[in-house]
């Protein structure tokens, strides 16, 4: 099956530092990535849906200004966490889909932020 | 009220038992149902797909939808130590559209 890569798995940061979390599929080229937030014991809340080369969507709530998505490339899309607080501290999961009119999203294996 | 509902458990039951996991859903546009599989501190692994009403089995797995109830369902035979994860139910309008996620039953299946 498609293989959906999170880099960096694990990261503990100071509050007011920006942290950037990288999302690739590995043997496919994924035009539409997701980015989802998870809080532990809770289901997987949908962030931003990113289409590469143009601009993600974020889902209502969701500050764009703080949660920069960017998806230069059919394998790759960035989700930086700007002047990240403690609140920000979650498990966030991406998952990409292969080309046009395919409906399966492969997840990433997630990454866990911890703000301190 | 949330798009769909799950509860979380936990689920704890020996090995060989047959385990029964449930979702409701609110939106009767919902046409895709799904069933993830996650081990804990990893992303999610899709079990089962379904689409409209009907059963659908893959191997020790049976996956369920009621539309007239807004029901969704997933039956896991003979159960295995190795079946211990969280269950995520997921539904959407389309084969294009954003996944709608439950909460997730943590299941525990002890020898």
């Known amino acids: 099956g498609a293989v959906v890569s999170q880099h960096p798995s694990r990261v503990i940061c100071k509050s007011g530092t920006s942290v950037k979390i990288e999302c690739r599929s590995l043997?496919?080229?994924?035009?539409?990535m997701f980015w989802y937030r998870q809080f532990p014991k809770q289901s997987l809340m949908l962030m931003a849906t990113?289409?590469?080369?143009?601009?993600?969507?974020?889902e209502q709530g969701v500050e764009k200004d703080k949660f920069l998505i960017n998806h230069a490339s059919l394998t790759l899309s960035t989700l930086t966490v700007t002047s990240a607080h403690p609140e920000d501290s979650s498990f966030y999961i991406c998952?990409?889909?292969?080309?046009?009119?395919?409906?399966?999203?492969?997840f990433g294996p997630g990454t866990r932020l911890t703000v301190l | 009220q949330k798009e769909v509902e799950q509860d979380p458990g936990p689920l704890s039951v020996p090995e060989g038992a047959i385990v029964s996991l449930n979702c409701t859903y609110s939106?009767?546009?919902?046409?895709?149902f799904m069933w993830y599989r996650q081990y804990s501190r990893k992303g999610p692994e899709l079990l089962m797909y379904?689409?409209?009403?009907g059963n659908k089995e893959d191997g020790r797995f049976t996956a369920q939808v009621d539309k007239s109830s807004k029901y969704i369902s997933l039956f896991i035979r003979d159960s295995q130590p190795s079946d211990s994860a969280t269950y995520l139910c997921?539904?959407?309008?389309?084969?294009?559209?954003?996944?709608?996620f439950g909460r997730g039953t943590q299941l525990t299946v002890w020898p």
């Open positions: 998952s990409a889909r292969e080309g046009e009119g395919t409906d399966t999203q492969y």
């Open positions: 043997d496919f080229q994924a035009t539409t």
């Open positions: 990113s289409n590469e080369g143009s601009k993600a969507t974020y």
């Open positions: 939106n009767s546009a919902f046409q895709y």
């Open positions: 379904t689409y409209s009403s």
């Open positions: 997921a539904s959407s309008r389309s084969t294009l559209g954003r996944l709608y």
